[in-house]
């Protein structure tokens, strides 16, 4: 058997992926590497509506649809998905489980010194789950703080733990759960009198007969000053910034297309939050802008 040039270059490059990962070296893969290996390696939580996987193992949600739009249009279209718990997926990262997370995390200066952020994919407003009638009349992050006695539901490493900590919410009145598919019964059973996360990941918890409800209405947590928007990114490892600056190119094509405005509004996400999500750059982001 004869190989060209171009095999053998295909094959010393899979081998040397290969050959990192067996030595347990924590190295991100360049664009060039992820072209040649065939496939790109994606992550995503199990969060409605932002990413998880539907009952035939197929990616689904916000960031899997349009990470996949993206990286069919940089002739990546052959995507191996696999699910993580939301606090993993930035070690995951780090440890090169992955090439890129699609998860639509909140893109904060912390996570920045950790990982690379591609540029805003979409912006949103948290929201609160509560029962049905809002017996504790629970309107905010900042009412919890006030009462020592209220419990609020978080999944840990998000941004509304951060907020709600930024506002006064005590370490011990925070229930910290694994994903949003807990919150329901987490506040049915009483064990937290409220759940935060966005309010499209709130509204899509809100099923009929349920006895909870979106609390409305709903103030924006404000943190020393400045009230709080959530802006998400999709996240690469330390050193894949060729593979973040082809993926950002792309990407601002694909916000002007009717396919990326559907994949959004299918899923919750107002015409004003998709505006506003070019209304900030990622770089501003980082430095806490």
């Avoid at 072209?35 to 998880?52: C, D, I, L, M, S």
């Avoid at 209220?150 to 941004?159: H, I």
């Avoid at 987490?186 to 979106?214: F, I, M, Q």
């Amino acid at each position: 058997m004869q190989l060209n040039f171009d095999t053998m270059g295909r094959l010393a490059t899979k081998g040397a992926i290969a050959s990192l990962l067996l030595s347990g070296i924590a190295q991100a893969a360049t664009l060039e590497q992820i072209k040649a290996q065939g496939y790109v390696r994606a992550a995503t939580a199990n969060e409605v509506p932002y990413g998880y996987m539907d009952t035939d193992g197929k990616a689904k949600g916000i960031a899997p649809e349009v990470a996949e739009a993206v990286l069919t249009k940089m002739g990546l279209g052959e995507v191996q998905w696999v699910v993580t718990p939301f606090g993993s997926l930035i070690p995951g990262l780090k440890a090169n489980r992955f090439d890129i997370v699609a998860a639509e995390q909140d893109i904060l200066p912390a996570r920045c010194e950790q990982v690379l952020f591609s540029e805003p994919n979409s912006s949103y407003g948290d929201g609160l789950l509560v029962p049905a009638g809002n017996p504790k009349n629970i309107h905010s992050y900042e009412d919890v703080a006030k009462n020592p006695d209220l419990k609020l539901a978080v999944v840990n490493g998000t941004s509304h733990m951060t907020f709600a900590e930024g506002v006064g919410v005590a370490e011990d009145q925070l229930i910290v759960i694994a994903n949003n598919a807990d919150a329901p019964a987490t506040v049915s059973s009483n064990r937290a009198d409220a759940y935060a996360a966005t309010e499209a990941t709130v509204t899509s918890l809100v099923k009929e007969g349920s006895g909870l409800e979106l609390a409305n209405p709903f103030s924006d947590p404000v943190v020393k000053g400045k009230a709080m928007r959530s802006f998400g990114g999709f996240a690469f490892a330390q050193g894949s910034e060729d593979f973040v600056a082809e993926f950002n190119k792309v990407l601002s094509e694909v916000k002007t297309t009717d396919e990326y405005k559907k994949i959004l509004t299918t899923y919750g996400v107002s015409g004003a939050s998709i505006a506003a999500s070019v209304a900030k750059k990622t770089a501003d982001l980082c430095a806490g802008k």
